[in-house]
Nanobody, 123 residues
Framework: QVQLVESGGGLVQAGGSLRRSCEAS????????MAWFRQAPGKEREFVAA????????YYGDSVKGRFTISRDNAKNTVSLQMNTLQPEDSAFYYC????????????????WGQGTQVTVSS
């Protein structure tokens, strides 16, 4: 059973940057394709980014392309999300799920999820 713990959330002003991290335990991290999703109040869970198990392929949601970067360190069992040029509409709870099957931008296809942490961007 994989356990995922996110960290690095917080409050930032518009135009600023934050770095989120997610540490995995209880499984073979290098076997999993990792992703980030977010959910704002009253909205559906939205795909943010994904990275393949070797880190060779990355995928981004249209709303974050060019601003966010996903990366992973299989030696440290961590996946990170560098978020630049943040805007108020980026405010949400950010989650780090994983799956053994290839990347998907559908939240229901991910079996393992972290508890999520809040990111708030003030205008």
């Amino acid at each position: 059973q994989v356990q995922l713990v996110e960290s690095g959330g917080g409050l930032v002003q518009a135009g600023g940057s934050l770095r989120r991290s997610c540490e995995a335990s209880g499984g073979t991290f290098s076997m999993y394709n990792m992703a980030w999703f977010r959910q704002a109040p009253g909205k559906e869970r939205e795909f943010v980014a994904a990275i393949s198990w070797r880190g060779t392929n990355t995928y981004y949601g249209d709303s974050v392309k060019g601003r966010f970067t996903i990366s992973r360190d299989n030696a440290k069992n961590t996946v990170s999300l560098q978020m630049n040029t943040l805007q108020p509409e980026d405010s949400a709870f950010y989650y780090c799920p994983c799956r053994e099957a290839p990347y998907s931008d559908y939240a229901w296809r991910y079996a393992y999820w972290g508890q999520g942490t809040q990111v708030t961007v003030s205008s």
